[in-house]
């Protein structure tokens, strides 16, 4: 179990390491590394999902790790709560960045494995704090440099504790 304590309210993350033994791992490793403190969900769009992993305050970019392998072909459904990988248009191009699904986006799972085809990897769920989730889409949002549905009032995740 991995609990991020944001501005808003705690987060209990479930992760799936037997669907998504790699992606799992990663996301643990950045976890432990304490990499997640301090970051902020950047991107966040009501009716679809809540971004973030990837920058600290003020939209500052984080170095990452290595990227890893796409595992989306897993059999496991982009469903309201789960945890899933942010990647670019490339595949396998993944690392520390989620998102948080919050409704069911079956569209965004793996089908084939062409560019197109690949999905994004769920890797865990939300099993407390899903009403703090919900509540990241009422802050009002908007565009900062190069990127869209910003919160205007950062959601910051301040710490995380991680449980065997």
């Given at each position: ?70 595992e989306a072909n897993n059999g496991v459904s982009n469903t309201r709560g789960t ?74 995740i301040t710490e995380t504790v991680i449980e065997e």
């Amino acid at each position: 179990m991995i609990t991020f304590k944001t501005t808003l309210g705690d987060i209990k993350i479930a992760l799936d390491f037997d669907k998504a033994p790699v992606t799992a791992k990663n996301f643990q490793q950045y976890a432990e590394d304490g990499f997640y403190n301090g970051t902020i969900f950047h991107r966040v769009i009501k009716g679809f999902m809540a971004q973030g992993g990837g920058f600290s305050s003020g939209l500052e970019e984080k170095s990452t790790k290595e990227t890893i392998k796409n595992e989306a072909n897993n059999g496991v459904s982009n469903t309201r709560g789960t945890l899933a990988m942010a990647r670019t248009q490339d595949p396998h191009s993944a690392s520390a960045q989620f998102f948080i699904n919050l409704v069911d986006n079956t569209f965004l799972d793996f089908s084939s494995e062409t560019v197109q085809g690949w999905g994004y990897c769920v890797f865990g769920e939300v099993v407390e704090g899903m009403d703090i989730v919900d509540k990241m889409t009422l802050v009002d949002t908007g565009r900062l440099g190069h990127h869209d549905d910003v919160p205007k009032e950062e959601i910051v995740i301040t710490e995380t504790v991680i449980e065997e």
